[in-house]
């Protein structure tokens, strides 16, 4: 990113912060019709991408631009061409009859421009990976019937004009729900951030975790797992919450002993599941609502128990390994005080009121709103922290200035979905999962996750998402499974391949600050995160892990997922009351993962089996190895 200096610098910081208002603005009074809203905030966002990011990424010898070349400005304009025309043109765009009214050689250069500069920017910004996904994508619309094509692949092409007009006139390709959500849920909710973190809230989560759980045994780990829960899930990146609590994290867990690949590994998982934590959950859990046609809330509370299993795995994991090895907590004097804390409570009452007012069915938008005047409120109890006009002004500047990867992404993975509606290549994916699996819902299960997986590979969550949902939840609706849990296995499947090798974002991230190998870090957040890549596969056929049961069955889903982490934690890390046997170990993974079994019997036998595992385990020295 360019570090702007002189008059271009204050005229960006003008800019972005117009931009920000106008996003509070309509937040707070309705936003505009979504075709419109939509054109309005990606006219006001591609230009950045030209402005702020330079074409080649900058290495590490190499120092930071400060100013903007001549081509860059050019195509700052261009970019805002074309949604200029959709704004000016509005009604008249609204009035046309897709797929009858001919095209304008304006709105075909137009349109054409448009996608060529998104694919830029999305390449400057997110990386190569996505553009050739939504360039193949594209390109197939066009080409589908090419000899050069597998037989299963052939389709019935569209023309160039009416792929333009699908992209760009309709609110079906690059203005579809996906950047709808950038527009609205995920802009403001950005600028609540910001104001979490002038007015010391953010500050106050670390300080949280710190005084609970840093003279616990493995401290520092135990800090990361919590403070990253509580960061994660409001910023939504993971490997922003890496470098955000990882820069302090991981070389705490290093001074007290814990090697510095599991210590990256720690950072890595925790991060990796603020995605998957309520309340906010990342963009992805707001284009999941969009997408099902569902209030957040539901995305939220379905969520909840697999969050809190994933964390008491990590948890129960980083204690046990302290145990086992010896390792100590920090002292209390470095920290801070329960009761200093405490006495700070209030701190937490933005993200209280955020809960309380998804959970009682008010909108994200108004919730975000509430949480940032609140935020602002408990900003003039902290001297230091008040947040007077000009905090208030560089909170939704630096809010909003983090919209350009999220909008960019969205974007380019609408062109996906609208090649997906134009050429019906989701039909096709449909029947060649339904093939390949011979209609066994575990195998169909299993092909969905490695296609979600490798889609997330080096692509943004909320990008993944949108993908293997476009192309996955089709095809296990097909098989019988329930929607909201069809669109939460792939949602979870985008997410853990920030921690899967080879290209493991979030791992590598967090072995950078750790000074570890990259794979070796993302083969122990594997391990560590564990119940992320099963747990998806127990709530397609157990709706009470997603709290869509009975009260009964959701609470036999809650006690068996208890079990599940117990065996699966004293299975990976060897260790119970004390040390055990390869033969114990073997029983407590299996017993752990049957836990989850969709039987009552088989879930709630397998849990007893914990138990009396447990019961039997006996007692062994420490050792201090790490």
Known sequence: MRKLDGIVAK????????????????????????YLQRSIHLTWVLPMCFVLYPFKTRKKDQPVEISVPWYDWILAILSTLPGLYSILNYDEIMMRMQGVDDLTMAQLVLGTMLIVLLLEATRRLVG????????????????????????????????????????????????????????????????????LEKSGVGEYFMEFAQAFTGTAPGGPAKIAVLSSALFGSISGSAVANVYGTGSFTIPLMKRIGYSPYFSGAVEAVASTGGQIMPPVMGAGAFVMAALLGVPFNTIMIAALLPAFLYYGTVLLMVHLTAVRDGLKGLPADELPSIKS?????????????????????????????????????????????????????QAIHDGSENIPLICTACASAGLVIGSVALSGIGFKFVGAVLTLSRGIPFLALILIAVVSMILGMGLPTTSAYILGAALGVPALAKIGIMPLAAHLFVFYYAIISNITPPVALAAYAAASIAGSNPNRTGFAACRLGILAFVVPFAF???????????????MISIISGIGALSGLGFSITGFAKGRISSL???????????????????????????????????????????
């Open 11 to 34: 005229g960006m910081y003008v800019y972005v912060l117009a931009m920000g208002l106008f996003h509070l603005y309509t937040a707070v009074f309705g936003a505009f019709e979504a």
């Open 128 to 195: 190569l990976p996505l553009v050739f996904v939504a360039l193949f994508f594209t390109v197939y619309t066009v080409v589908c019937d090419s000899p050069f094509m597998p037989e299963m692949l052939r389709g019935v092409p569209t023309e160039f004009p009416r792929l333009i007009e699908g992209m760009f006139l309709t609110d079906e390709g690059i203005f579809s729900s996906s950047l709808g959500v950038s527009a609205t849920f995920v802009m403001i909710f950005l600028i609540f951030g910001g104001f």
């Open 341 to 393: 804390v405490l006495k700070r409570l209030y701190m937490m009452a933005p993200i209280v009121l955020l809960v309380y007012m998804l959970l009682a069915g008010y909108t994200p938008m108004y919730g975000a709103i509430a949480g940032i005047s609140l935020a602002w409120g408990v900003s003039l109890l902290t001297p230091g922290k008040r947040m007077g006009p000009k905090r208030v002004l």
């Open 540 to 554: 397609c056929y157990d709706p009470g892990l997603l709290l869509k049961s009975s009260l009964t069955g959701n």
């Open 584 to 626: 114990h170990r073997i029983a407590f993974g299996a017993a752990g993962l049957l836990a989850l079994h969709g039987n009552i019997v088989v879930s709630l036998g397998s849990t007893a089996f914990v138990i009396v595992l447990f019961l039997l385990s006996k007692r062994s020295g420490q050792t201090t190895t790490s």
